[in-house]
């Protein structure tokens, strides 16, 4: 069985629920305390033995190529002091996190359709993919659960939480059966179900492993929901065909591709910072007084 090693983060959606701080900046760049929503999804897929990644953009995304780029007048004005090495280090470090390459979404069509593009990126192997928005932390980083699953099981995986019936609709709903412990079959699929078409609260958040034969499936995939290509719909031809297998994972996950999301994200990372998180959680207790 050939090994992942290779991920596709979509990137390359125009983040209308984030306005106006998306106007002109990627949601995919919005700091979570200090670092980039993106960068923490590029470590997560790193420390998974993941090496080559495509990030699909677009149009006004170029920041995001900034960020994983040297900066050497940065790094020449940091170099001359001694105690900005640390940061120095760090900074030099973005750059050299993984082979990172860029493709261009030319038209917004869908995720379905970003992840259509990375079609000869990935070639003959199975792949991971990690949505642009979608920040899961945990000890145990959620696209290395889910390729152990692969591993094991040889079929296509999904990273899956169960959220509220009242959001449902929102999200996808998959028919699952318990395998053990975290792991389930998962035989269909349906993307922003209505209440009728609810199959269960399990969601797809944000992670997937899939074979290459999901690239012949999404180029006979109809746009869906909202007129756009979804990947759930041709996700949905494989687990009624070859079946599919869904991952409980572990971790928090965090969607930054709406505002209170973001705000969960900085409070919680906020509170276990190493350097600020004390004064943080100060702060926020004198505030709660407050309220
Ligand atoms: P979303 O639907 O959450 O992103 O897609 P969006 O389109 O930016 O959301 P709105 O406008 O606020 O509703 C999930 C992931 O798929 C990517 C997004 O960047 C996000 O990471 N995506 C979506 C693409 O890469 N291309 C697309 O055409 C659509």
């Known amino acids: 069985m050939k090994k992942v090693t290779k991920a596709v983060i979509p990137a390359a959606g125009l983040g209308t629920r984030v306005l106006p701080a998306t106007k002109a900046m990627p949601k995919e760049m919005l700091p979570i305390v200090d670092k980039p929503a993106i960068q923490y999804i590029v470590e997560e897929a790193v420390q998974s033995g993941i090496t080559d990644i495509l990030i699909i953009t677009n149009r ?14 940065l790094e020449a004005k940091l170099s001359g002091s001694m105690e900005k090495n640390e940061v120095l280090e760090e900074v030099i470090g973005i750059s050299r996190l993984a082979n990172i390459y860029f493709l261009r979404q030319k038209e917004t069509k869908g ?4 992840v259509s593009c990375a079609r000869s990126f990935i070639g003959d192997e199975p ?16 696209c290395g659960q889910l390729i152990r699953a692969y591993e094991e099981f040889g079929k296509g995986v999904l990273g899956v939480k169960q959220v509220a019936p ?5 999200y996808s709903s998959l028919a699952v059966t318990p395998i053990r412990d975290n ?3 998962c035989t269909d699929m349906v993307e922003k179900p209505t209440p009728e078409q609810v199959l269960s609260l399990y969601s797809i958040l944000g992670r997937c492993v899939l074979t ?5 499936v999404l180029d006979q995939t109809a746009p869906g929901a909202g007129g756009e ?14 079946g599919m297998v869904a991952v409980e994972f572990t971790g928090k996950r965090y969607d930054m591709g709406n505002k209170l999301g973001i705000l969960e994200a900085c409070v919680e990372v906020g509170l276990s910072h190493p350097v600020i998180g004390e004064d943080f959680r100060q702060y926020l207790k004198n505030l709660a007084k407050t309220l």
Do not use: N
């Open 60 to 73: 006004g995304k170029d920041l995001i190529e900034d960020h994983f780029d040297r900066v050497p007048e």
């Open 111 to 114: 995720l379905g359709h970003a």
């Open 127 to 142: 792949f991971a993919v990690l949505y642009g928005d979608d920040v899961i932390i945990g000890d145990d980083p959620a």
């Open 166 to 170: 009242e959001a449902i609709s929102k």
């Open 183 to 185: 792991l389930f079959h």
């Open 212 to 216: 290459p034969d999901i690239f012949d």
């Open 229 to 242: 290509i979804q990947l759930t719909d041709a996700m949905r031809t494989l687990a009624r065909t070859t």
